[in-house]
Structures are given as C-alpha cells and as structure tokens.
C-alpha cells in the first residue's frame, strides 16, 4: 500500500501569489544539536510543485527544541524558506536609465521585497520612492502631503497624478505607522502609479526636447534656403 503524497502550502506567484497546495516530490532531512545536547535542531530540504501550475520551487524550513507547540508539545516549524525559480517573481521592473540613482535604488529595493514576500516593507518602500523624487524635485513643504501638492504648483504634475500620488501615500502610512500589510494587488497598483510618475517627471521630458530640437533644426534648415529652393521641394514632395 503507498502512502498518499505530502500536500503543503506554498506561495505561488504564476498562480496570483497566494498560497496553493503543493505536492512534495521530495524531502531530506538533517539533525544537528548543541554539544551538551540540549538544543536539537532539524532542516528539512523539500523540493514541492505547485498543484496548479505545476512550477517546482525548493522549500527549508526548521525545527527547533526551543520553539515547542504548547498544545501538542513537539518542536514548531520556523525559519521557513522558498526559493523560487528563475524569473519566478510577482512583479518585474520597468527601470528607466534617466532615473536619478538614488530614487532608482530605493525603487528595486522596494521590488525586492515586494517578490521577496515582504509587502509590510513594500508599501514603506513606496513611500521613500515617492518621498526621494520630491527631494529630487526640491517641493516644498514640511510634510509630504504638502510636497506632493508642491509638485502641482510648480508644474510639474497635473493634480490629478497628485491624487494618485496621495494614495500611494496612504499606502505607506498604513504600512510604517499602523503596521497594516498591504494586499499584493494594492503593492502592484502602487508600483505602477509610481513608475507613470518617474517617466512623466524625467523620461518623457527627454524626448520631447528631441523632438522640439529636431523641429528647430528643420525650421531653420528651411529658413536659410531660397524661395526658389524652397518652391522646388514643395513640388518635389507634392
């Protein structure tokens, strides 16, 4: 008679990025303790796949004679640990070379720990990245609701960007001051208002002055022929 295989639950990020069942393929344990044998300690290695969509993933995950369950009195699993596969990850970066530095490092960071599973640090880390472009942008204000509004006097945000910008901000306060973590999709929705806005604010300026430089250019190429010159083209072109 075959024993039923181990079904755990693991975070899969193709399947949305909440916990699915997986099936354990294969585990190996080990049993280290301390030299008066006081402190036992087991890792168990697992390799499980997702039940759904089928991605393998390598679980570690600890026990511990100092972590003991006060209802069934064994050691309590802790220190558990997924590693994912390659590119396995719930959001990729749009990162722009235009981007200053220091806005840019904040903002993989803040990636980071959203794939990482750290969604508390996540939304902390929206903040910074919105917090790091007022900097950047010298607006004014003794608050960051009041940069933000900054950002709109000075022209270099329409408001209602401002707005989607307040709720990045609400994010970020719920996270580092009432310790609430937010939901993936709210991380996700807050990535990518904070993406629109790095391009608004140093990409797209970039290619509007190439174009404008090219328009003057041609302007001027055009100024500085004949008439008659310039009445040949327009035929030409006709």
Not at 87 to 100: F, L
Not at 156 to 161: E, N, S
Not at 214 to 224: N, V
């Amino acid at each position: 008679m075959t024993s039923k295989p181990e079904i755990i639950l693991v975070k899969c990020t193709r399947c949305g990025g909440q916990e699915r069942n997986h099936q354990v393929v294969y585990d190996h344990q080990e049993h280290e303790s301390s030299p008066d044998g006081d402190i036992q300690v087991w890792t168990h290695y697992k390799i499980v796949k997702c039940m759904g969509c089928n991605a393998i993933r390598f679980r570690e995950s600890y026990f511990c004679t100092e972590d003991i369950d006060p209802e069934t009195g064994n050691p309590e699993e802790c220190g558990v640990r997924i590693y994912q596969e390659e590119g396995d990850s719930k959001y990729q970066a749009t990162i722009h070379e235009q981007i200053p530095e220091d806005i840019k490092k904040i903002y993989i960071e803040t990636i980071k720990c959203f794939n990482a599973g750290a969604n508390t640090l996540s939304g902390g880390g929206l903040r910074a990245t919105v917090e790091a472009i007022c900097k950047d942008q010298r607006a004014s204000g003794d608050s960051l609701k009041k940069q933000i509004d900054a950002l709109v006097q000075k022209g270099v945000l329409a408001k209602a960007q401002a707005d989607l910008l307040h709720e990045e901000r609400y994010i970020g306060n719920d996270a580092l001051h009432e310790m609430k973590t937010p939901a993936d999709q709210d991380i996700i929705d807050g990535l990518a208002i904070v993406e629109g806005l790095m391009k608004t604010i140093y990409v797209l300026p970039i290619h509007a002055a190439r174009i404008r430089t090219k328009r003057k250019q041609a302007s001027s190429s055009t100024q500085g022929q004949s008439p008659h010159q310039t009445e040949h083209q327009k035929k030409g072109t006709s």
